[in-house]
């Protein structure tokens, strides 16, 4: 029995970095169907002021206690908050305006090797010869997904800001990754999601204002309310949390190789939502991506 709860345990950070993988697919679903009814810095706004309504409750009677922790950890606070809530979620919904579905799953796919390019300078954190491979691994299921195993499809493709705007999204995505290895020690992590969203709808504030100014609003109805309260609650709340805890304890070199699940996500929710036909080169690609994730996360017990 003791053995189970072991292994249930060690298990415990790659299931939360699949359910994060799982949610943000969903995110990045709806960011695109609303890309032309919802303001991308409207949506970043309300995404994370639904967040913080959700954490309040949890984080208030936490906060007096945990504030010198915050007080003390301020800049990770603050760059987290900029690079995890302001950048990354404004610059992939601003680039849905003019790149297409499967430009952003291709570039989004770079994450991976942004966070260990940022591990290795940053913590001259190594990667070893297996994780190369489940990294190679996972990006040719990714590519199978997006090529529609055609591989000459490769020369159709064409990039333009939009495409430009997700690489940035995902350097910033490896930079917040990177950071939470310096998580502090003894910080609730509800509290710690509260403090950085703070930071991060400040420094959007001058983003959202000019996104006013030029006319640009939410209109409030069902479908667009629906979807801030998915993204507010689960991608933001649940996903965030997920992928913070997941991350810290197999570290973002291991942990990043998880983003590559989004494009097979992506590949089932539309086949289950959407009534689109399961093809071979879906089948084939999710089992790449899930074996390169088993080869790079695989400890040989010795």
Known sequence: MDEIYAAAGSAMPYLLLTLSAL??????????????????????????????VVLLPVVLPRLREQWPIVRANLPLVGISGLLGVTLFNFLIYTAMHWTTAINAALVNSAIPIFIIMFARIFYGQRVMLRQHAGIALSLVGVAAIILRGDPSRILTLTFNRGDLLVLLA??????YSVAIKRYPQGLNPFVFLFSMTVCGLVLLIPFYGYEIARGHVMTFNLPTVLSVLYVGVLASVVAFTAWNHGLRQVGPHVGGQFVH???AFSTIMAVAFLGERLQSFHVAGIVLIFAGIICATYKVKG
């Open 170 to 175: 995902a350097i910033a995505w490896g930079l």
């Open 261 to 263: 699940l989004m494009p």
């Open 23 to 52: 949610i943000w697919s969903g995110n990045f679903v709806i960011s695109r169907a609303m890309n032309n009814v919802i303001p991308p810095a409207g949506f970043v706004f309300w995404r994370w002021v639904v967040a913080l």
